[in-house]
Nanobody
Framework: QVQLVESGGGLVQAGGSLRLSCAAS????????MAWYRQAPGKQRELVAG???????NYADSVKGRFTISRDSAKNTVYLQMNSLKPEDTAVYYC????????????????WGQGTQVTVSS
């Protein structure tokens, strides 16, 4: 019902920048929140940054001051601007959305993208 497609990952040197994008499509009534998570090899998936429909944002302590999440509600798209990247930022980054699809009442569901690899070399 709702599909998330990420783009923008890649290989970058430490200190560099990348911008991730995630576009939501499908039968969407409302998107309540969007977020970015990441999972490094051998580690659990963790929240990187999130943004609500009202524009409130939250960040993991490890990325505060370096990453910025933003949202274009008209395009159902969320962005993650990543600056001053470090090797420890290397992970698969996943887009997440909490949305109410059309035609199924008022229940909200959680959706995930397929992930995009970010690799930061030292």
């Amino acid at each position: 019902q709702v599909q998330l497609v990420e783009s923008g990952g890649g290989l970058v040197q430490a200190g560099g920048s990348l911008r991730l994008s995630c576009a939501a499509s499908g039968s969407i009534f409302r998107i309540n929140a969007m977020a970015w998570y990441r999972q490094a090899p051998g580690k659990q998936r963790e929240l990187v940054a999130g943004v609500t429909s009202g524009g409130s944002t939250n960040y993991a302590d490890s990325v505060k001051g370096r990453f910025t999440i933003s949202r274009d509600s008209a395009k159902n798209t969320v962005y993650l601007q990543m600056n001053s990247l470090k090797p420890e930022d290397t992970a698969v980054y996943y887009c997440n959305a909490v949305a109410v699809p059309k035609g199924v009442g008022w229940n909200e569901y959680t959706y995930w993208g397929q992930g995009t690899q970010v690799t930061v070399s030292s």
